[in-house]
């Protein structure tokens, strides 16, 4: 399997449910307002030319996004990217997480897994072959540092595009050309 063609390829990074604002970490759905905002950044990135969309595969906003673009894929001709960290990365998750990121796998046009087992760094992998395989970034940052944070930098110095349905009105510059660790 190739990866699709970069132009035409957008991913996505955001929070585990436990660091997003009103979300219930025990379930599978997102905020209505979150998912409303979802739907909008896909919708509108496939009215850019964007057929093809990479999600993570973590539990939060990845999958959230997977369903968004699920929601879409029969009407708009799109089709589900899912790059995987390591096997078994769902092991231990709650029922309705599982089922989740099954339903995603299930109706993937592409599923990379990119390691066979966790290892340190694994995440930092998977954030890095989004970011390659793509030229548009939709995320949820509010500010926080983490893994979000690495790649919202990592997608600007590529030269993304970059959708922030967090809050509009963040300011990315002061962290994409901060001091941030990479």
Request: proline share 7%; glycine share 10%; charged share 15%.
């Amino acid at each position: 399997m190739t990866l699709p063609l970069r132009a035409h390829t957008c991913c996505f990074s955001g929070y585990r449910p436990e660091k997003i604002p009103g979300c219930d970490p025990a379930q599978a759905a997102p905020p209505a307002a979150l998912a409303d905002s979802l739907l909008r950044a896909v919708r509108n990135a496939a009215g850019l030319g964007y057929t093809h969309f990479v999600t993570g595969m973590s539990r939060g906003f990845d999958l959230w996004a997977a369903q968004a673009v699920l929601a879409f894929a029969g009407t708009a001709g799109l089709s589900l990217v899912c790059a995987i960290p390591f096997d078994g990365q769902d092991a231990g998750w709650p029922p309705a997480w599982r089922a989740a990121y099954d339903e995603a796998l299930r109706h993937a046009a592409q599923v990379f897994l990119l390691a066979p087992a966790y290892a340190p760094g694994c995440y930092h992998t998977r954030n890095r072959f989004l970011v390659e395989s793509s030229s548009r970034l939709i995320c949820y940052f509010d500010g926080q540092p983490g893994g979000t944070a690495y790649t919202v930098r990592y997608a600007k110095r590529r030269g993304l595009e970059l959708d922030n349905v967090a809050d509009p009105q963040v300011s990315l510059g002061g962290l994409l050309y901060g001091t941030g660790k990479e």
